[in-house]
């Protein structure tokens, strides 16, 4: 158990549809970032949270949307789903300083059909 | 923006072989490197890490030194096991910027 907890882990759902996706960064740790990993794109940072404040941006669609409660867990929410949103999204969390490193969950496994 | 390129996989070698993945970076400044582990079916795990130039990062048996004049952090490992089946990837990170990932190298280790 790395300390991040994510759910759900799978989910399958229609297109055009709406997901939350949730996450409960490592005790202590500030900071949570979404990623998200397809096999064509890799690895793509979505959007970073600092103790309820959004604090960076990466290539977030505008259907997406994310925030950052006051117990520090976080969710994603995907909306009018299309097939290619398909993916795995993981969430890490770090303390204040990403030279720790991060700690990540296991990941939602979200399949559009 | 900064960038990290991985060599491509997969990559399939025989237990006991000298394991190499290449990376380089390109970044406004001096980031910090990492090398990132994942496992079939996990999350990424922080293999090691480099904060600054010739530094040398080490975990596991792994090994990666930080070249700033070729912009590199190649992973290397002496003697691969078929336990570090996974996959690979490489980071950086700028303050005020979250982890940079390459693309990730698939690693096969057949006994």
């Known amino acids: 158990d790395s300390g991040v907890t994510q759910t759900p882990k799978h989910l399958i759902t229609a297109t055009g549809q709406r997901v939350t996706l949730r996450c409960s960064p490592r005790?202590?740790?500030?900071?949570v970032y979404w990623y998200q990993q397809s096999l064509d794109q890799g690895l793509q940072f979505l959007i970073q949270?600092?103790?309820?404040?959004?604090?960076a941006k990466g290539n977030i669609l505008e259907r997406f949307s994310a925030q950052q409660f006051p117990d520090l867990h976080s969710e994603l929410n995907l909306s009018s789903l299309e097939l290619g949103d398909s993916a795995l999204y993981f969430c890490?969390?770090?303390?204040?300083?990403?030279?720790?490193?991060?700690?990540f969950g296991s990941g939602t496994r979200l399949t559009v059909v | 923006g900064d960038s990290v390129t991985q060599m491509e996989g997969p990559v399939t070698l025989s237990e006991e072989a000298f394991l190499t993945i290449n990376c380089t970076y390109t970044?406004?400044?001096?980031?910090?490197l990492f090398w990132y582990v994942q496992y079939p079916g996990e999350g990424l795990q922080l293999l090691l890490k480099?904060?600054?130039?010739?530094d040398k990062g080490s975990n596991k048996g792994f090994e990666a030194t930080y070249r700033k004049e070729t912009t590199s952090f190649h992973l290397e490992k002496g003697s691969v096991q078929v336990s570090d089946s996974a996959v690979y990837f490489c980071?950086?990170?700028?303050?005020?910027?979250?982890?940079?990932f390459g693309k990730g190298t698939s690693l096969l280790v057949t006994p």
């Open positions: 890490a969390s770090s303390v204040a300083d990403p030279n720790y490193g991060y700690t």
């Open positions: 005790s202590g740790d500030l900071s």
């Open positions: 949270y600092y103790n309820g404040e959004e604090r």
């Open positions: 970044a406004t400044g001096y980031p910090s």
């Open positions: 480099a904060t600054k130039a010739d």
């Open positions: 980071a950086s990170w700028i303050p005020g910027y979250a982890l940079n």
